[in-house]
Structures are given as structure tokens and as C-alpha cells.
């Protein structure tokens, strides 16, 4: 039943991180350099693969998506979280807010879907070279790539329908530095436990069959570079992986240790 009628919240407040306006202002200025720190750097890969030619294969052309999209995730959270470091009302539109909410998982989705796909051009790569060239073509590549960014960005617009169609008459403070469903869900006037689950396990589901995947990957590269011969030959195969596996295991150890985890206390998203 539609009870969005029934709202009278307006707006929402994103505590963020609530401290001493000291502490604040630190903050500020550290998550600002960050900011900017992270923006150039992932802009100076994305400019660097779309201007040398010699860098259009599969690999640069991941990794810059891979870096545009990081450009993409950090600015649906961070200015708003800067912002709030130096405001008192810390608000953020009841639209705005589910926008928020939208393109922050959406993002993170995409996320979870080309570190698989980066894992298995690895593969590709290492375990099947004579064949790579023919298989992961740039076209292909390119094609792979789409369908992971449209595929994510229609996975969360109908559970965020139905949210937005709960009815928030108070409070309209959530605890978080972004608009997540597990607070988001918190203060509806009903449960929605039903919701709830639904989204729990949509995006436990993502999560756990891209994570084994790229498990799977890493673990036929592994057995082939133990068999390469050379010491060299195998400290050039791990180069090309070990960066793509600390962003792996950084990313999915923060995603299950907020969404996953029985003391998260909030619905699973990405």
C-alpha cells in the first residue's frame, strides 16, 4: 500500500561523525586532502589510458574504469561529508537523500562487479596467454564493462521505491556519514521486514558469489605461477596481481565487516 501521504519528514540529519568542533575542523582538512589527493591520482590513470595509445588493452582499460568509478564513489559521499564537518545543521533533503542512497550502492555494486572482471582478465592472462589476445579482446572488454555498470545500476531502484514509499513521520537523525537503508529503515513509522530481508539478501548474494569468484580466479593464477619455472618469471606474474588483491580484500573486508557481519545491525548493501 502506497503511505507516502503519510510523510512529514522533509528532511534528514547525517550525524556523520558528532564531535568537539576542534575535532571537526581537523577532520576537515584531513578528509580534504584526501579528497583531493585520491581525485588526481585516479584522474591522472584515467587521463594517462585515455591519451596513450599503447595503453588501449584490456588492463589500463579496467583499470581506468576502475578509476573513473572510484572518482565517481567518493564524490556521492564526500563533499556532502565535508560539508557537514563544518555545518551545525548537518541536513540533507529527503530526495537528496535517497539520490544519495541510489548512487552510493549503485557505484559499490559496479565495484563488486569489475574486481571479478579484473580477476579474470588476470586469469586470462597468466593461465591462458596464447589464448588472451584472441579471448579478451578490447572490444569485448568494453562490452564486459557496460554490462556491469547498467547491470548495477538497475539492481537497487525498485527496493528504493518501496522505501521511499514507507511512511517517516520522526526523528529524522540518522547515524551514519551516508543515507543507508539499515537507518533509513530504523526510522519508518511501520517495519518492513519484509523489505528488509529483500534487501539483505540481494546484496549478500552479490557480495558472496563475486568475492568466490575472484577467489576462484586467484587460485588457479596462484597454482600456475607456483609452476613457472623461474623465480623471475613468477615475481612478474604476482606483480600484476598483488595491487588488484590488496583492493580486493580492502574493499570486501569493509563491505562484510558494515553489511555482512551479525553486529552490523543493518541491512546488507554494497
Not at 202 to 231: D, E, K
Request: aromatic share 14%; net charge neutral.
Amino acid at each position: 500500500m502506497n503511505v507516502s501521504g503519510a510523510n512529514t519528514v522533509t528532511e534528514f540529519i547525517l550525524l556523520s561523525f558528532p564531535c568537539s568542533r576542534e575535532v571537526r575542523v581537523f577532520l576537515f582538512m584531513l578528509f580534504s586532502v584526501t579528497y583531493v589527493l585520491t581525485l588526481m591520482g585516479n584522474g591522472a590513470i584515467v587521463c594517462a589510458v585515455s591519451l596513450d595509445h599503447r595503453l588501449h588493452t584490456p588492463m589500463y582499460i579496467l583499470l581506468a574504469n576502475f578509476s573513473f568509478l572510484e572518482i565517481c564513489y567518493i564524490n556521492t559521499t564526500m563533499p556532502n561529508m565535508l560539508g557537514n564537518f563544518l555545518s551545525e545543521t548537518k541536513t540533507l533533503s529527503f530526495t537528496a537523500c535517497f539520490l544519495q542512497f541510489y548512487f552510493f550502492f549503485s557505484l559499490g555494486i559496479t565495484e563488486t562487479f569489475l574486481l571479478p572482471l579484473m580477476a579474470f582478465d588476470r586469469y586470462l592472462a597468466i593461465c591462458r596467454p596464447l589464448h588472451y589476445p584472441t579471448i579478451m579482446t578490447n572490444h569485448l572488454c568494453m562490452n564486459l564493462v557496460a554490462i556491469c555498470w547498467v547491470t548495477a545500476f538497475l539492481c537497487y531502484p525498485v527496493p528504493i521505491y518501496f522505501i521511499t514509499q514507507l511512511p517517516f513521520c520522526g526523528p529524522n537523525t540518522i547515524d551514519h556519514f551516508v543515507c543507508d537503508p539499515g537507518p533509513l529503515l530504523a526510522l519508518s513509522c511501520i517495519p518492513a521486514p519484509g523489505l528488509e530481508l529483500s534487501c539483505s539478501i540481494l546484496s549478500s548474494l552479490i557480495i558472496f558469489i563475486t568475492f568466490f569468484f575472484i577467489i576462484g580466479s586467484y587460485t588457479l593464477v596462484l597454482r600456475a605461477v607456483l609452476r613457472v619455472p623461474s623465480a623471475a618469471g613468477r615475481r612478474k606474474a604476482f606483480s600484476t596481481c598483488g595491487s588488484h588483491l590488496v583492493v580486493v580484500f580492502l574493499f570486501y573486508g569493509t563491505v562484510m565487516g558494515m553489511y555482512i557481519s551479525p553486529t552490523s545491525g543493518n541491512p546488507a548493501g554494497t
